[in-house]
């Protein structure tokens, strides 16, 4: 029996136990959509935009650590998920993007809606195919899944001309998949895994920093075993937060531009670091050059080779899954009975106390103005700390990784790589059909949360109980800080006028709206949108201080030890 | 320092494009790249000719191995190997020139593959810099179009690069 290329899309996207797709139809997927229409093992999510279809799928992704899978047309379809796309490459998250093409034949004739969506994904994504025979269909979307979730995960566009979803064949999915040009290591170098303990038991100034890595590798439970047993400080990178309990002692916080005092300066005075699924981004580490000035040495844990040696040198590189080559080092460690340095360790952590105990997350109240991190604080308190919490880019997104204290892995939504702006809400989305239940909060911003604004009526249509947590300063607040601190306070384009009424424009999508312009009335608004309206997405309009800055800060091209702390302006 | 790469990748659409698209996206530079099937029609070797710090070509080694459709990658100025490179020259050959080229061409053991009564066109094989060389020989004013083929290169003795 022969089956339409359609139907065996949706046939292979079933066996791969593929849940939700997000999408939005159009002239070369026609045939796909008709043939979902014909099922209902998987639910189709039509949103109201491409690039936020893809920002779902990965707001699933990075939930669940599932595959997340889009669907969009051709032509604009393509380019308008190309961000999503661009997105998920930076942070490394397993996506399987289906997009239609014009037919085969039309391909280079500058057909209505054609693009060429393979060439133009090309640098964004971890593989993609064009399809040209019916019969390449089944295997070709097992590879595109294999490829996606194994080794270090990412994106795969899978480019479908629409008289090859007519064609017919018969259908078989593979089982397995074997191919010569891509087999990720999993298991580490058992004599380097030997060494780094080693290097660890005789650290005087040991830390740990570890980033997303860690949890798209789900190794968060061997994380926390290893750090407790050897008693070395540890902080989590922007994407790597929830790896390790955030209210642990033994938890310094994030490091970076944005990073605590006694993260970054442990991770700068260390003697020993032990990298996990980071990689050194400029974010994390600053300069480069300055970072490596001080002798140190480090023991990285990828299972991407490339992000080896990249921007620092390591001493002891270990390529493999960071869940199995933990697993190894606790082995190592339990058969050897082998302890720390006890007493360097104790006078490092003297030392590290010193540093937390300049409280550099403490920030200043100001009278009849809400400070937008109590309103971090605030959510923090409501939520229990049990919320999935995404976040947009910029200010907000600092303040909601430096004070919401995460405690568990995939609870903490954002994009750290591309930095895009946008993805909150549709994250959120993603988070919120993937997890039924549980509290969602959209930490965003006024001009962030602009970007993908249309997916309220996403959201409406679906019934997603998500909070959006709108820090409102009237201005891109990153750029307004960057410019205050480097460009004599020449706020270039900066501020947003015209704002809409954000509690109308709720109202108008058919959801709650609360504007908040008092700190007394925080906490009871966001009580009233987690508990009173439960179920109702919410949109709670914080007017917050406009002059809030991000501190710490290490300035762009700094060290990590120039710090510039709240207190020193 | 020059370095001399070869990949042996999935002889498929595109593959050519990812190679070539990370040497831009990343800033590395290519001096030559080839490109062909091997005996093996499944799989193509590509030689590029790239140059870098050690940093520098680790990290090309390493993104290139993370392509999908990349098998095998190696460099082969790292120990005993062969390059070679084919041009093809077309010189104004009259009058006095046409003796000149002519023994030019012998000393560097071109062939004259195609005479004409104004011009030679002059095959030349040989590693990189034997072909500049060449060029630096010969009256630039003389030569009117060059082709080249850029580097293949090949590992000595045991040195196999295959699946």
């Given at each position: 029996m022969t089956m339409t290329g359609a139907e065996i899309v949706i046939r292979c996207l079933q066996e791969e136990k593929v849940e939700y797709v997000f999408g939005y139809p159009g002239g070369s997927v026609l045939h796909i959509y008709d043939e979902l229409f014909k099922q209902d093992k998987i639910k189709h999510i039509l949103v109201r935009h491409e690039q936020a279809a893809v920002h779902a799928a990965d707001g699933l992704a990075r939930s669940t650590g599932k595959v997340g899978?889009?669907?969009?047309?051709?032509?604009?379809?393509?380019?308008?998920?190309?961000?999503?796309?661009?997105?998920?490459?930076?942070?490394?998250?397993?996506?399987?993007?289906?997009?239609?093409?014009?037919?085969?034949?039309?391909?280079?004739?500058?057909?209505?809606?054609?693009?060429?969506?393979?060439g133009i994904t090309r640098p964004c994504v971890k593989h993609?195919?064009?399809?040209?025979?019916?019969h390449d269909i089944a295997a070709t979307i097992k590879k595109a899944f294999y490829i996606a979730s194994t080794g270090r995960p990412g994106p795969v566009v899978v480019d479908i001309p629409k008289d090859i979803?007519?064609?017919?064949?018969?259908?078989?999915?593979?089982?397995?998949?074997?191919?010569?040009?891509?087999?990720?290591?999993?298991?580490?170098?058992?004599?380097?895994?030997?060494?780094?303990?080693?290097?660890?038991?005789?650290?005087?100034?040991?830390?740990?920093?570890t980033g997303g890595g860690v949890i798209l590798s789900d190794a968060a439970e061997q994380l926390t075993k290893l750090t407790r047993r050897l008693g070395f400080p540890i902080c989590n990178t922007l994407m790597g937060l929830g790896a390790y309990p955030g209210n642990d002692a033994q938890y310094l916080g994030m490091p970076g531009m944005h990073g605590t005092v006694e993260a970054n300066l442990a991770m700068q005075h260390s003697d020993v670091l032990l990298a996990i699924g980071a990689r050194f981004d400029d974010r994390v580490i600053g300069n480069p050059d300055h970072f490596s000035s001080l002798p140190r040495k480090i023991i990285h844990?990828?299972?991407?080779?490339?992000?080896?040696?990249?921007?620092?040198?390591?001493?002891?590189?270990?390529?493999g899954n960071v869940p199995d080559v933990l697993d190894e080092m606790l082995k190592l460690l339990d058969a050897e009975q082998a302890k720390p340095n006890a007493a360097a360790l104790a006078e490092w952590w003297k030392e590290i106390e010193g540093w937390r105990a300049k409280q550099c997350m403490k920030y200043k109240h100001k009278k009849n103005l809400i400070m937008p991190q109590y309103v971090i604080e605030k959510l923090y308190e409501v939520t229990g700390g049990n919320a999935i919490v995404t976040s947009d880019v910029g200010q907000h997104q600092m303040w909601a990784a430096q004070y919401y204290k995460f405690d568990k892995p995939r609870r903490w939504l954002n994009s750290g790589g591309l930095g895009t702006m946008g993805v909150g809400l549709p994250y959120a989305m993603g988070a919120a059909f993937a997890n039924p239940g549980k509290q969602i909060a959209c930490v965003t911003g006024e001009a962030s949360i602009q970007m993908c604004i249309q997916e309220l009526s996403t959201a409406k249509q679906f019934r997603l109980p998500i909070k959006i947590v709108n820090l409102n300063n009237r201005y891109l607040g990153m750029v307004r800080q960057w410019q205050e601190m480097f460009y004599g306070s020449r706020y270039s384009e900066s501020?947003?006028?015209?704002?809409?009424?954000?509690?109308?424009?709720?109202?108008?999508?058919?959801?709650?709206?609360?504007?908040?312009?008092?700190?007394?009335?925080?906490?009871?608004?966001?009580?009233?949108?987690?508990?009173?309206?439960?179920?109702?997405?919410?949109?709670?309009?914080?007017?917050?201080?406009?002059?809030?800055?991000?501190?710490?800060?290490?300035?762009?091209?700094?060290?990590?030890s120039e710090m510039i702390l709240a207190e020193d302006l | 320092m020059r370095h001399i790469i070869s990949i042996l990748l999935e002889n498929e659409a595109g593959a050519l494009s990812r190679v070539a698209g990370l040497f831009s996206a990343r800033g590395y530079n290519i001096e030559t790249l080839t490109v062909a099937p091997t005996e093996d029609l499944s799989l193509s070797r590509l030689t590029i000719v790239t140059s870098g710090t050690d940093e520098v070509i680790e990290q090309i080694t390493k993104q290139l191995n993370k392509l999908v459709d990349v098998i095998k990658v190696v460099d082969l100025s790292e120990a005993a190997h062969i390059e070679r490179e084919l041009m093809l020259i077309k010189v104004r050959a009259t009058g006095k020139d046409r003796e000149e080229v002519k023994r030019l061409a012998d000393i560097f053991r071109g062939r004259i593959i195609d005479v004409t009564e104004s011009t030679y066109v002059i095959e030349l094989t040989g590693s990189g810099s034997k072909l500049d060389s060449f060029i630096q020989a010969i009256d630039t004013g003389l030569i009117l179009e060059t082709v080249r083929t850029g580097v293949s290169g090949i590992g000595r003795g045991d040195r196999i690069l295959k699946v």
């Amino acid at each position: 029996m022969t089956m339409t290329g359609a139907e065996i899309v949706i046939r292979c996207l079933q066996e791969e136990k593929v849940e939700y797709v997000f999408g939005y139809p159009g002239g070369s997927v026609l045939h796909i959509y008709d043939e979902l229409f014909k099922q209902d093992k998987i639910k189709h999510i039509l949103v109201r935009h491409e690039q936020a279809a893809v920002h779902a799928a990965d707001g699933l992704a990075r939930s669940t650590g599932k595959v997340g899978v889009a669907m969009v047309t051709s032509g604009p379809g393509a380019t308008n998920a190309v961000t999503g796309i661009a997105t998920a490459y930076m942070d490394s998250i397993p996506l399987v993007v289906i997009s239609g093409q014009v037919p085969t034949a039309y391909i280079g004739q500058d057909a209505f809606q054609e693009c060429d969506t393979v060439g133009i994904t090309r640098p964004c994504v971890k593989h993609n195919f064009l399809i040209k025979d019916v019969h390449d269909i089944a295997a070709t979307i097992k590879k595109a899944f294999y490829i996606a979730s194994t080794g270090r995960p990412g994106p795969v566009v899978v480019d479908i001309p629409k008289d090859i979803t007519a064609a017919r064949c018969a259908f078989e999915y593979p089982k397995t998949i074997q191919m010569r040009s891509y087999n990720p290591v999993i298991k580490g170098h058992l004599g380097q895994i030997r060494k780094a303990v080693q290097l660890l038991l005789d650290a005087k100034r040991p830390m740990i920093y570890t980033g997303g890595g860690v949890i798209l590798s789900d190794a968060a439970e061997q994380l926390t075993k290893l750090t407790r047993r050897l008693g070395f400080p540890i902080c989590n990178t922007l994407m790597g937060l929830g790896a390790y309990p955030g209210n642990d002692a033994q938890y310094l916080g994030m490091p970076g531009m944005h990073g605590t005092v006694e993260a970054n300066l442990a991770m700068q005075h260390s003697d020993v670091l032990l990298a996990i699924g980071a990689r050194f981004d400029d974010r994390v580490i600053g300069n480069p050059d300055h970072f490596s000035s001080l002798p140190r040495k480090i023991i990285h844990i990828d299972i991407d080779p490339s992000s080896i040696s990249k921007r620092v040198r390591v001493d002891v590189p270990i390529v493999g899954n960071v869940p199995d080559v933990l697993d190894e080092m606790l082995k190592l460690l339990d058969a050897e009975q082998a302890k720390p340095n006890a007493a360097a360790l104790a006078e490092w952590w003297k030392e590290i106390e010193g540093w937390r105990a300049k409280q550099c997350m403490k920030y200043k109240h100001k009278k009849n103005l809400i400070m937008p991190q109590y309103v971090i604080e605030k959510l923090y308190e409501v939520t229990g700390g049990n919320a999935i919490v995404t976040s947009d880019v910029g200010q907000h997104q600092m303040w909601a990784a430096q004070y919401y204290k995460f405690d568990k892995p995939r609870r903490w939504l954002n994009s750290g790589g591309l930095g895009t702006m946008g993805v909150g809400l549709p994250y959120a989305m993603g988070a919120a059909f993937a997890n039924p239940g549980k509290q969602i909060a959209c930490v965003t911003g006024e001009a962030s949360i602009q970007m993908c604004i249309q997916e309220l009526s996403t959201a409406k249509q679906f019934r997603l109980p998500i909070k959006i947590v709108n820090l409102n300063n009237r201005y891109l607040g990153m750029v307004r800080q960057w410019q205050e601190m480097f460009y004599g306070s020449r706020y270039s384009e900066s501020y947003m006028d015209s704002l809409p009424d954000f509690v109308k424009l709720a109202e108008a999508y058919g959801h709650v709206g609360i504007r908040v312009e008092r700190p007394e009335d925080v906490e009871a608004a966001l009580k009233k949108a987690f508990v009173e309206h439960k179920d109702d997405l919410v949109f709670i309009d914080f007017l917050t201080d406009q002059k809030a800055n991000v501190f710490p800060m290490v300035a762009a091209g700094k060290g990590l030890s120039e710090m510039i702390l709240a207190e020193d302006l | 320092m020059r370095h001399i790469i070869s990949i042996l990748l999935e002889n498929e659409a595109g593959a050519l494009s990812r190679v070539a698209g990370l040497f831009s996206a990343r800033g590395y530079n290519i001096e030559t790249l080839t490109v062909a099937p091997t005996e093996d029609l499944s799989l193509s070797r590509l030689t590029i000719v790239t140059s870098g710090t050690d940093e520098v070509i680790e990290q090309i080694t390493k993104q290139l191995n993370k392509l999908v459709d990349v098998i095998k990658v190696v460099d082969l100025s790292e120990a005993a190997h062969i390059e070679r490179e084919l041009m093809l020259i077309k010189v104004r050959a009259t009058g006095k020139d046409r003796e000149e080229v002519k023994r030019l061409a012998d000393i560097f053991r071109g062939r004259i593959i195609d005479v004409t009564e104004s011009t030679y066109v002059i095959e030349l094989t040989g590693s990189g810099s034997k072909l500049d060389s060449f060029i630096q020989a010969i009256d630039t004013g003389l030569i009117l179009e060059t082709v080249r083929t850029g580097v293949s290169g090949i590992g000595r003795g045991d040195r196999i690069l295959k699946v």
